[in-house]
């Protein structure tokens, strides 16, 4: 199956290469840009992910969600906390997929959506792990940092860097996790505050979006404006988190042409060995 969009993208030069911050938003938009259909292909496992979340939260009587006090009720925490696991894992996986079919254009290879998730299998271990891990964190923070750490949400697909070590340095988890703190030494805060604007930018357009999108049906109480609903603002998520995957990889790629003095002809050479 061919990509739909060319296999490299020549408007993207200089990566690898260190980036400031407004060279990783213009070279995330240009990798986003010119991979939007197969981004979007990608990420239509999250989508089925979050479909079936909300249909969980719809079949369960809102009694199971209710609030007393500051802590919801024993099945609401449990159902709140398997169904963040869910999406965070299936977007963790999506990202390592957009990872391998981003880095596989930069270079020239026409890697298809089908193509990536199947190089992303053997990986799936390690980023269940990754999930697993990424969702506790979560959960930590939203207790912390609410409602900072709603923002923070598209960064725990993966999460950020330890996703793209396991998808393109084929690592486990716990050396994905060794591989990405010596990445991040001395430059950890610098990569987090540039992922935290890109992610608190493509939250608030998320909402933003939606809200308008909404308008027409959130005048009219039935069944069919509730799934146009629920469908509007899934397509709209889908649409707006790869770019917050393109920003990872282009992060990663600034990490390790820092540390690592890694070009493209180097990349090329380590995707040509993946296969």
């Given amino acids: ?11 993207s030069p200089g990566l690898p290469a260190p980036q400031g911050f407004t060279d990783v938003i213009r070279n995330s938009w240009v990798l986003y840009r010119d991979n939007f259909v197969s981004l979007f292909l990608v990420f239509l496992a999250l989508a089925g992910a979050i479909l079936v979340v909300v249909v969980v939260q719809k079949a369960l009587p809102d009694s199971a969600f209710d609030v007393t ?23 963790g996986i999506a990202v390592g997929a957009a990872t391998i079919l981003l880095t596989d254009r930069l270079v020239g290879k026409s890697t298809d959506p089908r193509g ?51 998808a393109l340095e084929r690592m486990g988890f716990r050396s994905s996790l060794s591989r990405a703190g010596q990445l991040l030494h001395r430059d950890a805060a610098r990569t ?15 909402i933003l979006s939606i809200g308008l999108a909404t308008v027409p049906f959130s005048q009219t109480a039935n069944a069919a404006s509730s799934v146009i609903n629920i469908l509007i603002q899934v397509v ?9 995957a393109a920003a990872m990889l282009v992060a990663y790629l600034d990490l390790r042409a820092r540390k690592e003095n890694l070009g493209l ?8 060995r993946s296969g």
């Fill in 69 to 91: 006090g500051d802590a919801p009720t024993p099945l609401g925490a449990a159902v709140g906390v398997a169904l963040q696991l869910l999406q965070i894992v299936v977007g």
């Fill in 265 to 272: 002809t180097e990349l090329a050479t380590e995707r040509g």
């Fill in 236 to 244: 709209l998520l889908v649409s707006i988190v790869p770019f917050v």
């Fill in 1 to 11: 199956m061919a990509p739909s969009e060319p296999a490299s993208s020549p408007s």
């Fill in 116 to 166: 990536a998730y199947r190089q992303v299998r053997p990986r799936l271990g390690a980023l269940l792990a990754a999930g697993l891990a990424s969702t506790l964190l979560s959960v930590v923070l939203q207790k912390i940092l609410l409602p900072v750490a709603f923002f923070m949400q598209p960064l725990f697909y993966g999460p950020a860097i330890v996703a793209q070590v396991i």
């Fill in 192 to 206: 987090f505050m540039t992922l935290f604007v890109i992610s608190l930018g493509a939250s608030l357009l998320i």
